[in-house]
Nanobody, 123 residues
Framework: VQLQASGGGLVQPGGSLTLACAASGGTVRRYTIGWFRQAPGKGREFVAAFGWSGNTKYADPVKARFTVSRDSAKNTVYLQMNSLKVEDTAAYYC??????????????????WGQGTQVTVSS
């Protein structure tokens, strides 16, 4: 499966953005799709995941602010980001895995990655 992330941009603190991860060459329903981010000078960190069965998981810093969802008809997974903070600034990546649910936060298990989309939160 090939993935393409889009939807990044510049937003003020407190604002919202929705990222999209469009899949081709396979169906997102067969995979867990994870979102990761990497800020300058920092390592890649897990943000959220939407499992093939519909489960969701979020990193603590984004709980209650971010929502991950899937539109199977469009073969796309979304990351709705609300109440954005300066510290959310990063390149955001989506990726696909078939690893067990307990390991979806671990990026080494992801087999296909989309290109990053930049999210900048600044006043």
């Amino acid at each position: 499966v090939q993935l393409q992330a889009s939807g990044g941009g510049l937003v003020q603190p407190g604002g919202s953005l929705t990222l999209a991860c469009a899949a081709s060459g396979g169906t997102v329903r067969r995979y867990t799709i994870g979102w990761f981010r990497q800020a300058p000078g920092k390592g890649r960190e897990f943000v959220a995941a939407f499992g093939w069965s519909g489960n969701t998981k979020y990193a603590d810093p984004v709980k209650a602010r971010f929502t991950v969802s899937r539109d199977s008809a469009k073969n796309t997974v979304y990351l709705q980001m609300n109440s954005l903070k300066v510290e959310d600034t990063a390149a955001y990546y989506c990726a696909a895995t078939t690893v067990i649910w307990g390991r979806v936060t671990e990026d080494e298990h992801y087999i296909s990655w989309g290109q990053g989309t930049q999210v900048t939160v600044s006043s």
